[in-house]
Nanobody, 118 residues
Framework: QVQVVQSGGGLVQPGGSLRLSCAAS????????MDWYRQAPGKQHESVAG???????HYADSVKGRFTVSRDLAKKTVNLQMNSLKPEDTAVYYC????????????WGQGTQVTVSS
């Protein structure tokens, strides 16, 4: 049984910072990609950032230079450091981890609310 649990998030003023974390546990042979997505009210689910099994990263244009994704494979965690937050970053954030356990599948975190407001 594989579990993916998120932590972090909350309410922050514009220009502030938040850190999201996501931890995978259970019967895990290996981890491939680890990604962050978000969904704002009335908007489509969108990819925010991700890191591959070899450490390559990608970011949505809207967060480049402000967000940083990192991982610790030994701890099976992925983090999203969010700086210079804007009201338009307000959304529910989800982590997605591609895990071999032994079959390869996507596992989603429970979602975390991030609200950027003064």
């Amino acid at each position: 049984q594989v579990q993916v649990v998120q932590s972090g998030g909350g309410l922050v003023q514009p220009g502030g910072s938040l850190r999201l974390s996501c931890a995978a546990s259970g019967s895990i042979f290996s981890i491939y990609a680890m990604d962050w997505y978000r969904q704002a009210p009335g908007k489509q689910h969108e990819s925010v950032a991700g890191i591959s099994n070899v450490g390559g990263t990608h970011y949505a244009d809207s967060v480049k230079g402000r967000f940083t994704v990192s991982r610790d494979l030994a701890k099976k965690t992925v983090n999203l450091q969010m700086n210079s937050l804007k009201p338009e970053d307000t959304a529910v954030y989800y982590c997605n981890v591609v895990i071999n356990s032994p079959r390869i599948a996507n596992y989603w975190g429970q979602g975390t609310q991030v609200t950027v407001s003064s």
